[in-house]
């Protein structure tokens, strides 16, 4: 079953964008004209990564599958830190992204995938060992 993401509001990809630029702008001054806004963030923040714009995807870090869940009445679902919460997102331009998630993530750490996959590992429960039988081994009835 594929993991519910909720939309990222247009006030919080801004906040987002500002906090990798580190541009000094309050969303007050701008009072709705959020797209212009973040298409300039995203222009600029696309030559600082020498990439397109078109090519800058949102990340969550850490990726939502590693967060703890919180399943409330009729399958909503809230995440601790919430999904939405401009610190644990960064742009990131499509190649890096794929990279982070697919091959080899942050560093020196495991991808995504890795640490999604090592955590439902821990997770699942211990099987149980069967002892051998005594010898000796029950003899068989002739028919």
Not at 15 to 29: H, K, N, T, W, Y
Not at 87 to 107: E, F, M, P, W
Request: hydrophobic share 35%.
């Amino acid at each position: 079953m594929r993991l519910y993401r909720p939309h990222i509001p247009l006030e919080v990809r801004i906040i987002v964008a500002m906090r990798q630029l580190g541009d000094p702008f309050s969303l007050e001054q701008w009072w709705g004209n959020y797209r212009i806004l973040l298409d300039g963030l995203l222009w600029k923040l696309s030559c600082k990564l020498d990439c397109q714009v078109e090519d800058l995807r949102l990340d969550h870090d850490p990726p939502l599958a590693l967060r703890m869940k919180l399943h409330l009445y009729k399958g909503t679902i809230i995440y601790r830190p919430h999904a939405n919460d401009p610190q644990y997102l960064i742009y990131r331009s499509h190649a890096n992204h794929d990279i982070k998630t697919r091959v080899r993530g942050d560093g020196a750490q495991f991808s995504d995938l890795a640490l999604i996959r090592r955590e439902k590992k821990r997770n699942r429960p211990a099987k149980v060992k069967r002892p051998w039988p005594k010898r000796p081994f029950p003899k068989r009835r002739k028919a």
